[in-house]
């Protein structure tokens, strides 16, 4: 499978954007008694989105195959826990568990250090599966083979899709060739697989439509601003996140870049630059 590297630091830049954006209807779709299993979890965001939204569950398995992210998971969710009427207590190594007396509710939490790749077998043990600002980097052969493999009955939650858009308040010639250019390398072979990039969107729909699974896709995407250091900072570093790669591909004119690049900063920098990111919430019931 693909293998993506994130850092931690920015997993909590995006994590209060995430927070913003995510669609609350899976709130009807989520029991207190579900456990569920976060596959690609980083640092277990989408954990502390459902807490912080009062999306009940009864324990929460974070699947990532980088270390790193997961042992930050206990870290991070402590600090979450801090701002809010909530106890943490480590229970082991890899568990950890979170009491919010205010509801009467304890949710658990588990790591797990694993490759999705390797995931098939476990997908059938819990109700609830979530990918959450990962479906992009999938595969059609991952993407087919988990659909092929879920019994009925669960609900499949893929929230903060990239769904390939991106626009501005202040239009840019050089808008389109960039973002045209941008979901073409995301789309690149790496390891041997193909990461769909924006078309996992279609992907899932064909498949969900193929299995008769009823599926509804919602708006979540994020809105950037400049009106602050912070909104500033994450902007930033988003429109890195289209540079950098760019850079680095042979294919791109360099000068086009260069030139987009500097007049968005220059945007930022007035503090009047608007970037819409185009996400969707994909809510799948099998
Ligand atoms: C964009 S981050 C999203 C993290 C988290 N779901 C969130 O919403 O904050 C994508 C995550 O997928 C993980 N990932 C990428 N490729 C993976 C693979 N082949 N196996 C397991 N995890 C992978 C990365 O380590 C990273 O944590």
Redesign the pocket.
């Known amino acids: ?6 850092t931690s630091t920015w ?1 909590a830049l ?2 209060p954007y ?1 927070f913003l954006s995510r669609n609350k209807n899976l709130k009807k779709l989520i029991r207190k008694s579900d456990c569920i299993l ?9 954990g502390r989105w459902c807490i912080e939204n009062d999306i009940f569950f009864k324990t929460m398995m974070l ?4 270390q790193r ?1 997961l042992n930050n998971s206990r870290i991070y969710t402590a600090k979450f826990c801090k701002s809010k009427k909530l106890v943490i207590e480590r229970i082991s190594k890899r568990k950890f568990k979170v009491e919010d007396p205010v509801h009467n509710l304890t949710y658990g939490f588990e790591t797990i250090n ?4 390797l995931t098939i077998d476990l997908i059938n043990n819990f109700d609830v599966l979530s ?4 479906i992009d ?1 999938l595969s059609i052969k991952y993407l087919s083979n988990l659909f092929n493999i879920i019994n009925g009955n669960k609900v499949i939650a893929m ?2 899709c990239f769904n390939g858009k991106v626009s501005w308040n202040h239009k840019n010639i050089h808008d389109k060739y960039i973002v045209n250019e941008f979901n073409k390398d995301q789309q690149s072979i790496k390891e041997g697989e193909l990461a769909l990039g924006y078309k996992s969107i279609e992907k899932v729909k064909q498949l969900s439509k193929k299995k008769n699974f009823k599926i509804s896709i919602h708006d979540s995407s994020w809105k950037l601003l400049s009106n602050s250091h912070e909104n500033k900072k994450f902007h930033m570093k988003y429109l890195e996140t289209i540079y950098k790669p760019l850079k680095r591909n042979d294919q791109v004119d360099n000068e086009m870049l260069e030139k987009w690049f500097s007049s968005k900063i220059k945007l930022i920098d007035n503090n009047s630059l608007e970037t819409t990111v185009g996400h969707n919430d994909i809510i799948i019931q099998t």
Do not use: N, Q, V, W
């Not at 499978?1 to 994130?6: Q, S």
């Open positions: 499978m693909k293998k993506e590297y994130f997993l995006r994590e995430d976060d596959i690609g979890s980083g640092t277990g965001g989408f699947l990532d195959h980088d992210l694993r490759d999705l790749g990918m959450s600002a990962l980097l929230t903060l």
